[in-house]
Nanobody, 121 residues
């Protein structure tokens, strides 16, 4: 089992930045961030493996950066140039899989409770 606790959400104006953190109770090779906007399905937006290889969906690529500190079991999501359409609840997810891709995230075994991000225009 892995417990995940997200933090860092809040309200920001368009063009602003936020950094989300996800503290895990133990190391998991595959870590990811997903988000769910009101009335929409949850979508995986960024993934990073234990070796530091990362991937992003097109809508956030170039604006968001996922990183991790394996010594502290923390995963970060640095979000820059935020847009109103980035408004959502952001969830951290983890899995012990040895290989993983963004398409695998919906099936990840462990999920946090989410942290809310609101971007105003």
């Amino acid at each position: 089992q892995v417990q995940l606790v997200e933090s860092g959400g809040g309200s920001v104006q368009a063009g602003g930045s936020l950094r989300l953190s996800c503290t895990a109770s133990k190391f998991a090779n595959c870590m990811a961030w997903s988000r769910q906007a009101p009335g929409k399905e949850r979508e995986a937006i960024a993934l990073i493996n234990g070796g530091g290889s990362d991937s992003y969906v097109h809508s956030v690529k170039g604006r968001f950066t996922i990183s991790r500190d394996n010594a502290k079991n923390i995963v970060y999501l640095e979000m820059n140039d935020l847009k109103p359409e980035d408004t959502a609840t952001y969830y951290c997810a983890a899995d012990f899989a040895r290989l993983c891709w963004t398409s695998d995230v919906p099936g990840f075994a462990f999920w946090g409770q989410g942290t809310r991000v609101t971007v105003s225009s």
